[in-house]
């Protein structure tokens, strides 16, 4: 239930900043979503759906993406994209990080676990 709270902060978002430029409709949102959130995709949608029905975003498409799972070596500061396990918890059950441009295994997780709003259509 904790989507409901998430959902209802990015509709006044993007609400005001709409209304900021004049807009009459929000047409599509995108959302950005860390790998480490637990932030479910169904019910962001059901709660957008409901709570955006007597806002300037009624009718958006609300379009949800889970960000990848990024790394950085320490030694050559490379950052590279990391897979996540097919039961899709991060963290569990991940090979050993072997940074692809110089070899090395000293290697942190920098992504990250929250949300942010990515783009919004508006007319």
Known sequence: ???????????????????????????????????????????????????????LAAGARLEIEKLPLIFRCAGCEHEFEVPLPDNGAAGAGLPEIICPECGGADCSCIAEKGYRIGNMEII
Not at 3 to 24: G, K, T
Not at 32 to 42: H, I
Request: proline fraction near 4%; include cysteine.
């Open 1 to 55: 239930m904790h989507e409901l709270p998430v959902i209802s902060r990015v509709i006044d978002v993007c609400v005001r900043h709409a209304r900021q430029n004049n807009a009459r409709r929000i047409l599509k949102i995108e959302l950005q979503v860390g790998p480490f959130s637990d932030l479910e995709a169904e019910w962001m949608q059901r709660y957008f759906d409901h709570i955006s029905k007597t806002t």
